[in-house]
Every structure is written in C-alpha cells, then in structure tokens.
C-alpha cells in the first residue's frame, strides 16, 4: 500500500504560527537586508514556527525567481574513481556547502558524447557553475564547447589561450622541495624515477633539474630514468641504477607506487633504507606511503586543497596572481618520515 503523502507547509502557515506576514517570513528565511529591520524575539518567532511546522522553503521557486539554483556541478573524466577522488570532492563540496550550495557529481568515463549530455543536463537545471576535473594533470584544447555557457573553472587541467581559470598542482616546486630533502641530507649523487611523458612528469623533471642547479650539483642524464608510476616501473629502473658502479645514493621516485617498486629493489639487493639508499616519493597516497617500512617521505599532492581552491573560484573569483595567466597552482608541502638519511661513508 502506497503511503498518502503529508501536504507541505506553508509560509502562509508560518506566519500565521508566528503572527507576523508572509513578507517578513520571507525576509527572515532568504536573509533579505531589509530583514535587519526585524526585531530578534520577531526572528525568534519565525524560526520556532518554521521548526514548530517542518517547514523546508521550496528552492526550485526561489531558483525560478533568482535565477539561481544554489548547486555547483562538478564532472570529470575519470577522478571520481581514483584513490584521491575523496579528498578533491571533499574539498569542493566542503566549500560549496559554507556557500549553502550543494554539489552534484558526474563521472564521464572519459566519453566525449556523455561529457556533452552531462553538461548540458547541469544547465538544464540552471547550476551555478560547473567545475571541470580531470584525472591527471593535462591540457584541455579545445576544452568542451558546452562549457562556453556556463561559468566554469578547470580543475587538474588547463586551457592555453582561454579566460578559464585553472586549478592545478604546482609540480615543479613540488620536485624542487623532493630534491632539496635529500641534497639537505648530503646526497649528491640523485637518481630520479620519472613517469611517461606528459605535463606532470615534464614539471617535475624542471624542479629536479632546478634544486640540483641550485644546490651546484651537475646534471647527470643517465641517472634519470622514465618508469610507468607503477611499482614494477619503480623495481626494474631502481635495479637498473643501483647495479651501476657509481650507483646514486639516493632516489626519487615519481609517486608512491614507483616508490615502492624502488624498495623491493632496495631489499633484494641486500641494501638498507635509509642507511644505503635514501628514497623520496611523490603524491603521498597514505597506504603506501604511511604503512612502508620505514614510512617514505614524500610530496603531498594537495587534492583537497585543488577541489576547495576550485569551488571557492568559482563562487567568488579566483585571486590576482600577479600575471596574465589564469592558471593557479596550489602548494605541494613535503611530507617527511624515515626514508632519508645521509648518503653511506
């Protein structure tokens, strides 16, 4: 048997309960500045009446007469399955809902046709704006052309010669302050794990050429070697430089995964962290990261921080960053444990 449903309060009916009129009731609910004009005990009044009732205001009408439906859409290609999904959405969601909007998530699957239908089912239904993620850090060009009428900004992508504002990692320094914690150690000699070509492993090869050019260290080309950001990546290229003669003392690793390829290679070849090789990963995904004997010392990728910055943007207008560009990178801190020590001897 199908329950009745129970009729919806009114606000008529809540100015009634509380004795004032609807306009005040009105006022008081949508925070209008005239309602500063309304006594506390006349507020007091409106608001036991509204929880008195059950009373919930009907935002589809208030959006029909706004024009503004109070949510934020937020699609993606693929982040929304990835291990870092939680924290980028909790970061947008959270400041969405300081801002009293909520936030409707939509993952693509990377399908062009789906990316255009979700976008235009989010202006069908008159979001705010639509923040557009991607899963790793990667141009957009050209980016959706449904996205031309909404307001938009792109998280964990960028769109060269567009007015959209960006929000992406700043890996470069991200890879500078990786470098700069093991020559602070005293390594010099430094071998770096890269991942495949793209934006994220192009940055970071620039940071780590950067530290080792502050630091007066020489650029050696063969100890970089282009693994896959997985562990099996890590272990081969590990081997491969830690069989050298003139092995490096230290390694950085791309992201965590390859991190821990590095220290299975580590441990067969009868070596020790931190005491003979000391290693630094990147992304500091905390069950590989946190959990690794000895804990590895990594670069936070800042995903809450990238989904808060984008929602914030969004709403209020991204800050000036002192230039023409619109790209904004956010801040990766080092997260330091116990695979760094000074090199051996």
Known sequence: MVSQKTPRPTMAQVAKLAGVSPTTVSMVINDDPRATSISAPTRDRVAEAIRTLGYRPNYAARGLRTQKSETLGFITDEIATTPFAGDTIRGAQEYAWKRNHLLTVFNTGGDPSVQEAAIEMM??????????????????SPPPRSL??????????YAPGTDYISVIPAEQEGARTATQILTDA??????????????????RLKGHRRALKEFGIRYDPSLVRQGNYQSDGGYEQALTLLRRDDAPTALFCANDRTAVG???????????IPGDVSVVGYDNQLELAAYASPPLTTIQLPHYEMGYA???YLLEGAPSNGQASTVHEIDCPAVLRDSVGPPPN
């Open 262 to 272: 590095a220290y299975y290679a580590i441990m067969q070849l009868g070596l020790s």
């Open 186 to 203: 005293g390594h010099r000699r430094i071998g770096f794990i890269n991942g495949p070509a793209g934006y994220a492993a192009k940055e």
């Open 148 to 157: 031309e009428r909404s307001h938009a900004v792109l998280l964990n992508c």
């Open 123 to 140: 202006l069908g239904r008159q979001v705010d704006g639509i923040i557009f993620g991607a899963m790793y850090t990667r141009e957009v």
């Open 310 to 312: 984008a929602a914030q």
